[in-house]
């Protein structure tokens, strides 16, 4: 069965400080990967997506970038946090094609300071 | 552009009370929907997809309904477990994209 591990599960960051959230998926191949951010009770934002190693898009334009170095690695970055980076960050995968369930992780809550 | 919008945005009910929660969708191309339920500081956990008009799906006191333009989940006899966020989410014509709603927060008092 497929299972998807996101770490760390928390932290707090200061201000200018860079960030990296990393995610694996296990038992699939060639996945979609995602990039979610949600902010304090509301929807899920689209951040990146990505069909295949070294292949990301952009949703939204913002402090921080993703990259795939492997084919079940995503990762989360930025170089300088600023305070709007704080929320609760999801990864989740789906299998490529249409009609195919999304996957999360157990989120990481990024506080900014 | 592509959209979900979900409703109410809040639900409080007593234990055994029976209701419904909407989600409609305005995109081009549906490909699937799907339902998620969501408890606190966690990541959602997936319920159900639904890929045409008139489908339906259940689960313990959860169904869920696909019209053209909306999906319901209808929650009967609800218990103070079912206290959730329940989030729903298209994936249109791009495959590569879902697109969620803002979800309902449901609050099941005993």
């Known amino acids: 069965s497929q299972t998807i591990h996101q770490w760390p599960a928390t932290l707090v960051q200061p201000v200018g400080s860079p960030l990296s959230l990393e995610c694996t998926v296990e038992g699939t191949s060639n996945p979609n990967l995602y990039w979610y951010r949600q902010a304090a009770g509301r929807g899920l934002q689209l951040l990146f997506y990505?069909?295949?190693?070294?292949?990301i898009s952009s949703e939204v334009p913002q402090n921080l970038s993703a990259s795939r170095p492997q084919d079940r690695q995503f990762i989360l970055s930025s170089k300088k946090l600023l305070l709007s980076d704080s929320g609760f960050y999801l990864c989740?995968?789906?299998?490529?094609?249409?009609?195919?369930?999304?996957?999360f992780g157990e989120g990481s809550w990024l506080t900014v300071v | 552009e592509d959209q979900v919008t979900q409703s109410p945005e809040a639900l409080r009910l007593q234990e055994g009370e029976s209701s419904s929660l909407n989600c409609s969708y305005t995109v081009s191309g549906l490909r699937g929907l799907f339902w998620y339920r969501q408890d606190p500081g966690k990541g959602p956990e997936f319920l159900f997809t639904l890929y045409s008009a008139g489908e339906e799906k259940e689960k313990e006191r959860l169904k869920a309904t696909l019209t053209k333009k909306e999906s319901f989940l209808h929650i009967t006899a609800p218990k103070p477990e079912d206290s959730a966020t329940y989030l729903c989410?298209?994936?249109?014509?791009?495959?590569?994209?879902?697109?969620f709603g803002s979800g309902t927060k449901l609050n099941v008092k005993p």
């Open positions: 989740a995968w789906s299998s490529p094609g249409g009609g195919n369930t999304i996957y």
């Open positions: 990505s069909v295949g190693i070294g292949q």
């Open positions: 989410a298209v994936q249109a014509d791009n495959f590569n994209k879902f697109y």
